[in-house]
């Protein structure tokens, strides 16, 4: 008897689209971990920007990329991450961090080494994993993906009713502009602007495009 293979719900879009809080519910509702690949590119901008290298020396940022130790884990069903040890916690939603973190992630060697860590993560379990570039490049042969989006008003209002402060246009810019796994609409996704939707009504459009696409769920 064949074991069964693990799931992948991919679901991406743009900063405070609402998709980690979409991720966190369906991951919730179904059993799957939950997987915030942005936060592992925040952990390592963390790293670089505690070492005070300059962010725009790739070539500074690429070997500290090979000098420190990244530790994936989870935790009550979330992933984690480590950096040679440490738990970075509430400092990654630093708004230095919401500044910088787009520059770093856009580094080729950077997004290697970490989309083969996010990959790892399917070996254990059936996840739902947020990104940029879940559906497009980490994992685009699931048939689960999702385009979470939001008018660019409701974005910055998200963001600030969460008090952070950071300039989203030049996110965007920088995430839909770069050379390695730009942010964009993966095929065959299904495509969902939350701009008037609560989290709830986002959460059961998403459950019932996953029913019709034939996910099994308990």
Same mark, same amino acid.
């Given at each position: 008897?064949?074991?069964?293979?693990?799931?992948?719900?991919?679901?991406? %879009?743009?900063?405070?689209?609402?998709?980690?809080?979409?991720?966190?519910?369906?991951?919730?509702?179904?059993?799957?971990?939950?997987?915030?690949? %942005?936060?592992?590119?925040?952990?390592?901008?963390?790293?670089?920007?505690?070492?005070?290298?300059?962010?725009?020396?790739?070539?500074?940022?690429?070997?500290?990329?090979?000098?420190?130790?990244?530790?994936? %884990?989870?935790?009550? %069903?979330?992933?984690?991450?480590?950096?040679?040890?440490?738990?970075?916690?509430?400092?990654?939603?630093?708004?230095?961090?919401?500044?910088?973190?787009?520059?770093?992630?856009?580094?080729?060697?950077?997004?290697?080494?970490?989309?083969?860590?996010?990959?790892?993560?399917?070996?254990?379990?059936?996840?739902?994993? +947020?990104?940029?570039?879940?559906?497009?490049?980490?994992?685009?042969?699931?048939?689960?993906?999702?385009?979470?989006?939001?008018?660019?008003?409701?974005?910055?209002?998200?963001?600030?009713? +969460?008090?952070?402060?950071?300039?989203?246009?030049?996110?965007?810019?920088?995430?839909?502009?770069?050379?390695?796994?730009?942010?964009?609409?993966?095929?065959?996704?299904?495509?969902?602007?939350?701009?008037?939707?609560?989290?709830?009504?986002?959460?059961?459009?998403?459950?019932?495009?996953?029913?019709?696409?034939?996910? +099994?769920?308990?």
């Amino acid at each position: 008897m064949e074991e069964a293979q693990n799931n992948v719900i991919a679901i991406d %879009g743009p900063a405070a689209s609402g998709k980690s809080s979409v991720a966190s519910k369906i991951s919730e509702k179904i059993g799957y971990l939950h997987v915030n690949s %942005g936060l592992m590119y925040r952990a390592f901008t963390w790293s670089v920007l505690r070492s005070g290298i300059d962010l725009n020396d790739s070539v500074s940022v690429i070997q500290h990329l090979n000098s420190v130790s990244l530790n994936c %884990g989870q935790s009550n %069903g979330i992933s984690t991450l480590t950096v040679d040890g440490v738990d970075p916690g509430a400092e990654l939603k630093a708004a230095k961090i919401n500044e910088n973190v787009s520059l770093i992630a856009a580094i080729e060697e950077v997004r290697k080494v970490l989309v083969s860590k996010q990959r790892e993560y399917l070996e254990i379990a059936s996840i739902v994993m +947020e990104g940029r570039d879940i559906g497009s490049v980490v994992f685009p042969e699931t048939p689960y993906k999702f385009y979470i989006d939001a008018s660019a008003e409701v974005r910055a209002q998200r963001r600030m009713a +969460e008090g952070g402060s950071d300039d989203l246009e030049r996110r965007d810019r920088i995430d839909a502009t770069r050379k390695v796994s730009p942010l964009k609409i993966p095929d065959d996704a299904c495509v969902i602007d939350t701009s008037e939707m609560d989290l709830e009504q986002v959460v059961t459009e998403v459950l019932n495009v996953l029913k019709v696409r034939g996910l +099994e769920m308990v």
